[in-house]
T-cell receptor, first 112, second 114 residues
Framework: GDSVTQMQGQVTLSEDDFLFINCTYS??????LFWYVQYPGEGPQLLLK?????NKGISRGFEATYDKRTTSFHLQKASVQESDSAVYYC???????????FGDGTQLVVKP | EAAVTQSPRNKVTVTGGNVTLSCRQT?????MYWYRQDTGHGLRLIHY???????QIGDVPDGYKATRTTQEDFFLLLELASPSQTSLYFC?????????????FGAGTRLSVL
């Protein structure tokens, strides 16, 4: 069945470090892939979305490539800031059965 | 940008109590959803609706009812609250089916069942 795996429960970095958050997915069809970000005290909000395999999504300095070969959608940012501290969710949208699947989330802590 | 407003922001009740969580969206979206968020489980779908009077069962519906009275308003009802329902609840909306469309979330309601 469909699933999303985020192995990193928490990532701790210093400002200007490179960010890499791992996300892999499992599905039998061609999904839409999302990254949502949740800041403290708020609901999740869309960070970026990619609907087509092998395309890259870019937003606010973050990027993720929908890699069909490796079934991955890793999130990257070249240089993080303290304001990027949040929980990041990788999400799979299965258009075949109209369901979405959230990963368990990765807490990013950026120290000044 | 879609606006989704939840009330109350915090609620404390006792076991067996009756609780209603409210959600209103003001961007004319067709779909509305109720999720719960618990440590170690991410977000889990309770119920959703694609229009006034419609209700669809989500992945964790036991112990919850929901009602969509208008296109704008979606309510989550806990008629006999239990401690296992202590959680952070989010309402969300989307223009069309959720699998390809952006979800717009409210700020959440934190519910404690003592």
């Amino acid at each position: 069945g469909d699933s999303v795996t985020q192995m990193q429960g928490q990532v701790t970095l210093s400002e200007d470090d490179f960010l890499f958050i791992n996300c892999t997915y499992s599905t039998t069809w061609y999904p839409t892939l999302f990254w949502y970000v949740q800041y403290p005290g708020e609901g999740p909000q869309l960070l970026l979305k990619v609907t087509t395999a092998n395309n890259k999504g870019i937003s606010r300095g973050f990027e993720a490539t929908y890699d069909k070969r490796t079934t991955s959608f890793h999130l990257q940012k070249a240089s993080v800031q303290e304001s990027d501290s949040a929980v990041y969710y990788c999400v799979l949208g299965d258009r075949d059965n109209n369901r979405i699947f959230f990963g368990d989330g990765t807490q990013l802590v950026v120290k000044p | 940008e879609a606006a989704v407003t939840q009330s109350p922001r915090n609620k404390v009740t006792v076991t067996g109590g009756n609780v209603t969580l409210s959600c209103r969206q003001t961007n004319s979206h067709n779909y509305m959803y109720w999720y719960r968020q618990d440590t170690g489980h991410g977000l889990r779908l309770i119920h959703y609706s694609y229009g006034a009077g419609n209700l669809q069962i989500g992945d964790v519906p036991d112990g919850y009812k929901a009602t969509r009275t208008t296109q704008e308003d979606f309510f989550l009802l806990l008629e006999l609250a239990s401690p296992s329902q202590t959680s952070l609840y989010f309402c969300a909306s989307s223009e069309r089916q959720k699998s390809q469309n952006t979800l717009y979330f409210g700020a959440g309601t934190r519910l404690s069942v003592l």
